[in-house]
């Protein structure tokens, strides 16, 4: 089980980091990663970090400006979003999976999301 927490109404400039607390497997197994979705969009590859954290993937709409990150011994996965912008606006889901990849389907686990908020 997936559940994202930290989502919110924030200012564009401002920062909001998103957790996403895991149980009920083995945490450090997994690949983790952040998608988010606006309605009537298909949902958007935003981050995703190997099992020990080693390597990050980012799109490039985030890159230098979100930041993933886990802790094992908390089966927990973060993601830090720094000078957010009104384009940011979206359900931002976590996700567990076997591999880095970027694209939702190979992904086995979703939690149910969190709302972000950026107003202009």
């Known amino acids: 089980q997936l559940v994202e927490s930290g989502g919110g109404l924030v200012q564009a400039g401002d920062s909001l980091r998103l957790s996403c607390a895991a149980s009920?497997?083995?945490?450090?197994?997994?690949?983790m990663g952040w998608f988010r979705q606006t309605p009537g969009k298909e949902r958007e590859f935003v981050a995703a970090i190997d099992y020990g954290g080693g390597n990050r993937l980012y799109a490039p709409s985030v890159k230098g400006r979100f930041t993933i990150s886990r802790d094992n011994a908390k089966n927990t996965v973060y993601l830090q979003m720094n000078t957010l912008k009104p384009e940011d606006t979206a359900v931002y889901y976590c996700?567990?999976?076997?591999?880095?990849?970027?694209?939702?389907?190979?992904?086995?686990?979703w939690g149910q999301g969190t709302q972000v908020t950026v107003s202009s």
């Open positions: 996700a567990a999976g076997g591999h880095l990849f970027t694209t939702p389907s190979p992904y086995d686990y």
């Open positions: 009920g497997g083995t945490f450090s197994r997994y690949v």
